[in-house]
């Protein structure tokens, strides 16, 4: 499998994910603000919409949507337990933090606060949101050591997108079991790799630019 992913953007969840399975995989790095991969292509031509993640599954075929992808890739390395059995109620309640994490944090939240194009309103408007969803994860991880009953893509991703607080003056200490969430599971040997890996990319990135 390929996945086509930009450094510390949403697609490092599936990296984790692969890290975490012991999967085989390729990476073929976009630059999602040119539009273009690093050998000149038009990535268009793979995603309509521009975006990061797509996975070029082994037959061939591609797949997007951080929601689709993460399952996808957890149950094609079953050994690796990152996710549970299709059908079960552990199963839906992955894909309720899937959705969570997609549409209440990273596109609700953190998207509109750190695009430098987005009206500061619509950035505000944002930021508002956060607290009440960041309270909720405070709540849950108070008790919890993962978001279910042991690490999953969840995690991946959740983790992935608390990376990007710092960038956006989102002090985790606010929310303590949120910080110490991030700092448990950012120091877990295959996350912490995926983690210096993007920012070694990230750094090169930024000074292409
Ligand atoms: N709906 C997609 C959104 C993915 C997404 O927002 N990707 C961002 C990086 S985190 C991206 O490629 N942004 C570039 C753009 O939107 O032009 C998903 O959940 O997988």
New binding site residues.
Partial sequence: MDLYF?PL???MATRIAFYEAGAPAGFIQ?D??K?KLRDGSDFHAINA?????VLRTDEGWLL????A?LPYVADRFPAAGLAPSPGTRERAQLQQWLGFI?TEL??GVF?PVLDPTAPPEAAEYARQKLDRRFDLLQTHLAAHEYLLDRFSVADAYLTTVLNWAKYCGVELAEWPAVDAYFQRIAARPHVARALSEEMALFREEQARQ
């Fill in positions: 930009s953007a949403c697609s976009v999602t603000k539009k919409l521009g975006q990061v993640p997007t949507e951080n929601t992808i997609s990273h596109k998207v």
